[in-house]
């Protein structure tokens, strides 16, 4: 199993500029979720999803799409980059037990810098 | 919504000393408290986890208390080592609320050799 992927590893934008970070996973897990991490303010949660055609917004959803027409693919669309979105970017996901919740895998992330 | 908070955001320890981090969340309804190690530059990675039907968990040098009522959540590292060095992140998710999970904002850990 490969597990979590993400592409690219790193990206440079330019202000205004769109651009699609891939996810995906091989293990079948119905949860698929964006974080970005800044310095000093851990993962933020940017969406979610629970299963195809399903997703929901996290805490910090703004600039930001996406979409989950499969299980294994969850890809976060940047409608038009700005600065402040100049983070680095993970993708997770695990499986939604009956009792609750299992552990989050990740994916080894994509670092992006905007201009 | 689910708010974690961390504390302290920076711990410097002797090797062999213990470490403690504590976290507190707000949703009563959040029922599994994950706990996460991320070394620089690479990913998080599940340390240890703990559901809402237990009070404490130990994996060798590592431990987990909740208090429910409390809704403290704490990891405790004993006979820290220096390969111990890493950011450490809590987090707390339930079946409500759309399963999402949410971390607090990390504790850097220092282990002096």
């Known amino acids: 199993n490969a597990g979590v992927t993400q592409t690219p590893k790193f990206q440079v934008l330019k202000t205004g500029q769109s651009m699609t970070l891939q996810c995906a996973q091989d293990?079948?897990?119905?949860?698929m979720s964006w974080y970005r991490q800044d310095p000093g303010m851990g993962l933020r949660l940017i969406h979610y999803?629970?299963?195809?055609?399903?997703?929901d917004q996290g805490e910090v959803p703004n600039g930001y799409n996406v979409s989950r027409s499969t299980t294994e693919d969850f890809p976060l669309r940047l409608l038009s980059a700005a600065p402040s979105q100049t983070s680095v970017y993970f993708c997770a996901s695990s499986y939604l037990e009956v009792k609750g919740r299992s552990p989050l895998h990740f994916g080894n992330g994509t670092r992006l810098t905007v201009t | 919504g689910e708010n974690v908070e961390q504390h302290p955001s920076t711990l410097s320890v002797q090797e062999g000393d213990s470490a403690v981090i504590k976290c507190t969340y707000s949703?009563?309804?959040?029922?599994?408290f994950p706990w996460y190690k991320q070394e620089l530059g690479k990913r998080p990675q599940l340390i240890i986890d703990?559901?809402?039907?237990?009070g404490e968990k130990k994996d060798q040098r590592i431990a987990v208390t909740l208090n429910k009522t409390a809704k403290h959540f704490s990891l405790h590292i004993t006979e820290t080592q220096p390969e111990d060095s890493a950011v450490y992140f809590c987090?707390?998710?339930?079946?409500?609320?759309?399963?999402?999970?949410?971390f607090g904002a990390g504790t850097r850990l220092f282990v002096k050799a």
């Open positions: 987090a707390a998710s339930g079946d409500t609320g759309g399963f999402k999970t949410i």
């Open positions: 703990i559901r809402s039907n237990v």
């Open positions: 999803s629970v299963g195809a055609g399903i997703t």
């Open positions: 949703d009563s309804a959040s029922n599994y």
């Open positions: 293990m079948n897990h119905e949860y």
